[in-house]
């Protein structure tokens, strides 16, 4: 493949790699992001998993909630100037509370809903402004939100808990909000997921001298061991609790018979490439030695 300037950025951000590390994974993986990145976990220069997910453009995320029911929605814009901005953030709340209103069932229903609001918020900011996703929770009678937002609006978390149990509820919206939990429990990890890490740890296994001459069994406890410690990281009840380090959070939950039923973590920009005037000429100045 050719030199693909904006696959090889995207690579560097999510894995910390060099551009030159970078442009060999993509090569080798016919410019499949995702392959990549394994590869260059399996090659031992980059843990992904930690550096995967960084802010890469500008926007807002917000929750909103009313009664029983409550969205969580990310609109971005092109400068952060746009994004700290009154008729931007009017613009996000005005869209939430149209998602929240009408239930739209696609991320295009709520585009089509919301395209006249977006149409005239563009001609009036004057740059490109997209609804990128949302989430709408319903809860029942007995149970409670929480929320948190962070930093304006960089990072927006939702919570939803068995119970009258709101302070709860927030505080562990900002757990969520600092510690970036992927799921609540291990059992809800999908398979494909640990089968997924568990080659990846194989084959970096087979990179380290030190584990070359283990026995089958005990390399095979190895790399289990590994993949627990790999989730463990981002498995909610496993992870040291913000507001009472000294107990992990599933502690703090069973000590106060708490229940948390679901939790949407949006950080603002998460995945999306940032864009940067002079990283052509970089990338080709690095690719020249």
């Not at 149990?165 to 398979?191: C, F, G, S, T, V």
Request: overall charge negative; proline content about 2%; aromatic content about 6%.
């Amino acid at each position: 493949m050719g030199l693909n300037v904006a696959l090889i950025k995207q690579l560097r951000e999510r894995t910390g790699a060099g551009m030159v590390d970078c442009k060999k994974a993509l090569e080798e993986n016919n410019g499949d992001i995702e392959l990549a990145c394994d590869w260059l976990r399996e090659k031992g220069i980059a843990k992904a998993a930690k550096k995967a997910s960084r802010i890469a453009a500008e926007g807002m995320s917000l929750v909103t909630v009313n009664g029983d029911d409550a969205v969580i929605v990310e609109v971005n814009s092109e400068t952060d100037f746009v994004a700290k901005s009154d008729a931007f953030k009017a613009l996000v709340k005005t869209a939430a509370d149209m998602i929240l209103a009408a239930k739209p069932a696609t991320l295009e229903d709520a585009k089509a809903l919301t395209n006249e609001l977006f149409t005239e918020a563009t001609v009036k900011i004057g740059e490109k402004l997209d609804l990128r996703r949302f989430e709408l929770v319903h809860k029942d009678a007995s149970q409670s939100f929480g929320n948190y937002i962070h930093m304006g609006g960089k990072i927006a978390v939702l919570t939803l808990l068995d119970g009258d149990h709101k302070e709860d509820a927030d505080h562990l919206a900002m757990h969520i909000a600092a510690n970036r939990p992927l799921y609540i429990y291990d059992k809800d990890i999908p398979q494909a997921e640990i089968d997924k890490e568990t080659s990846v740890q194989m084959e970096n296994a087979k990179n380290d001298e030190k584990l070359a001459s283990k026995p089958a069994n005990v390399l095979a406890n190895i790399i289990k061991g590994k993949v627990t410690k790999h989730f463990a990281e981002f498995v909610l009840v496993e992870q040291e609790y913000l507001l009472n380090p000294e107990i992990k959070v599933g502690q703090f939950l069973k000590d106060n018979k708490l229940n948390i039923v679901k939790f949407v973590r949006f950080e603002t920009g998460e995945g999306l490439a940032k864009r940067e005037e002079n990283f052509a000429e970089e990338v080709q100045k690095q690719m020249a030695q």
